[in-house]
């Protein structure tokens, strides 16, 4: 019965004790040295509407070049596609992909951007200038400099990321934006993607090496990362309280289990 009583304070302060504890995540726990992991090839970004295309035309003649490039004086485009004076003297080739999925490009006219990869786009535009005999031998470079990352939820900062580089994982995008909380649920990180217009959810789990096999691994432009929490997260108040009830429950049960043990 001694013992009983004596354990009684010490489960109610362990208990006390593992609401005020942060709770450690590991990512893929289960990955094991050496174990050999394929790695995927990322999949080509595909170019949606609202996008921003960065294309750049060179020429071996450069003044067959310049009215694709937009070279008049210091001149770049608005966002409705139009041109306009640039603050910085700089040209800027950014073409926005309208609401149809279209761009207006420089004597070419309307192409249909959405859908295509780059690379397609790039192909585009080429066989364009080539075929209306416009340039006989035009270098194409099309980039896309709007790949943006959405972060709510358990993560360390909630905000949007700005990624320079198209080649981005959820290991990437979680790292840039300070990691998972201890609140959060590590098997439940959601991505929410826009795919042929509608918006679809692919749940990952990032303690398990099945995370590099997911579709959603290589995030792609304006997918929204979202991970739930566990539970209520305690205000800094409540957090105090649970703190100073431990201590206190602390002291009662090394109090009373002295009480016991000099009876």
């Known amino acids: 019965m001694k013992k009983l009583l ?16 942060s709770k450690k995540v590991v990512y893929v726990k289960d990955m094991q040295e050496g174990v050999d992991y394929p790695v995927a090839d990322a999949p080509p970004i595909r170019i949606q509407k609202n996008d921003r295309l960065s294309i750049t035309v060179s020429s071996k003649n450069a003044e067959l070049a310049a009215p694709f490039n937009l070279d008049i004086g210091s001149y770049g485009l608005d966002a409705a596609g139009s041109a306009r004076l640039n603050a910085s003297g700089q040209t800027n080739n ?19 951007m959405e859908g295509l990869t780059l690379d397609g786009a790039r192909d585009l535009i080429w066989e364009s200038l080539v075929n209306r005999k416009l340039i006989s031998e035009p270098i194409v470079k099309v980039e896309l400099i709007n790949v943006k990352i959405t972060m709510m939820g358990e993560v360390g900062s909630i905000g949007i990321l700005n990624i320079p580089d198209t080649r981005v994982t959820i290991l990437d995008a979680l790292a840039l934006s300070g ?19 509608i918006r679809k959810m ?17 995030l792609q432009q304006n997918d929204i990362v979202y991970v739930p929490p566990r539970g209520p997260i305690p205000s800094a108040r409540e957090t105090s309280t649970l703190q100073y009830l431990g201590l206190i429950t602390g ?13």
């Open 179 to 197: 990691g998972l909380t201890p609140n959060a649920v590590p098997n439940l990180v959601n991505v929410i993607r826009e795919e042929n217009g």
């Open 251 to 263: 002291l009662t049960g090394t109090i009373i289990s002295i009480l016991i043990l000099t009876r």
């Open 94 to 112: 950014t073409f926005l992909v309208d609401n149809y999925g279209k761009i207006d490009y420089p004597i070419i006219g309307k192409l249909d």
């Open 6 to 21: 004596f354990l009684l304070p010490v489960a109610a302060f362990l208990l006390l004790h593992s609401c005020i504890v």
């Open 202 to 218: 692919y749940t990952n789990d990032i303690q398990s090496t099945d995370l590099f096999n997911a579709p959603t691994f290589y």
